[in-house]
């Protein structure tokens, strides 16, 4: 099974900063990794896919990167709404989420 | 519009069993993958079941041989039974789609859109 790590687990900044989510997976998944926003009660949402693909109506601010084993994911000029948990996703062998990152406002 | 609702969730004790619904409207279960992914309370997000167009199912080891996904394509609905259900099995359970798949111009698959949830609750 393909395991995927998140780093860190936790975040803490303010409006207006550059932030960045790394995932490392277990072995090489090419480019087949997807990105999610989740709020609190709320289902998942899809940001990119296919490691650096924005979804249709995702803001720009939100970008991906990444192949092999290590992607990354940045949002710049952090929104109030941005503040959320991000999860990483592989889709190389059937389906593993990371751990999810928390990213809260400093 | 896209639109996935679950239901069938609620307090089961261990050992029992229970069949979730997810209803599509918008499009068509039987052409796309279709997916249950849960989050046990407070904690990440964890892959459970897929079925694909072709009918074949995929489980997580966690839960094989006892959860088993299926689809209705007169009712456009896909179900997850659950059966010899334990403690560590509560969690909102997500019905979501695949897009994606390996004729894509990515070959990548992702979950999109995702249901509201239902809320799965194993206790005596």
């Known amino acids: 099974d393909i395991q995927m790590t998140q780093s860190p687990s936790s975040l803490s900044a303010s409006v207006g900063d550059r932030v960045t989510i790394t995932c490392r997976a277990s072995q090489s998944i090419s480019s087949y990794l997807s990105w999610y926003q989740q709020k609190p009660g709320k289902a998942p949402k899809v940001l990119i896919y296919?490691?650096?693909t924005l979804q249709s109506g995702v803001p720009a601010r939100f970008s991906g990167s990444g192949s092999g084993t290590d992607f990354t994911l940045t949002i710049n000029s952090l929104q109030p709404e941005d503040f959320a948990t991000y999860y990483c996703?592989?889709?190389?062998?059937?389906?593993?989420f990371g751990q999810g990152t928390k990213l809260e406002i400093k | 519009e896209v639109h996935l609702v679950e239901s069938g969730g609620g307090l089961i004790q261990p050992g029992g069993s229970l069949r979730l619904s997810c209803a599509a409207s918008?499009?068509?279960?039987?052409?796309?993958?279709m997916s249950w992914v849960r989050q046990a309370p407070g904690k990440g997000l964890e892959w459970v079941s897929v079925i694909y167009t072709g009918g074949s199912t995929y489980y997580a080891d966690s839960v094989k041989g006892r959860l088993t996904i299926s689809r209705d394509s007169s009712k456009n609905t896909v179900y997850l039974q659950m059966n010899s259900l334990r403690v560590e099995d509560t969690a909102v359970y997500y019905c979501?789609?695949?897009?994606?798949?390996?004729?894509?111009?990515?070959?990548?698959?992702?979950?999109?859109?995702w249901g509201q949830g239902t809320l799965v609750t194993v206790s005596s």
């Open positions: 996703q592989q889709s190389y062998s059937l389906y593993t």
């Open positions: 296919a490691a650096s």
């Open positions: 918008g499009f068509t279960v039987s052409t796309n993958y």
């Open positions: 979501a789609r695949i897009l994606g798949g390996p004729l894509s111009a990515t070959g990548a698959d992702w979950f999109d859109p």
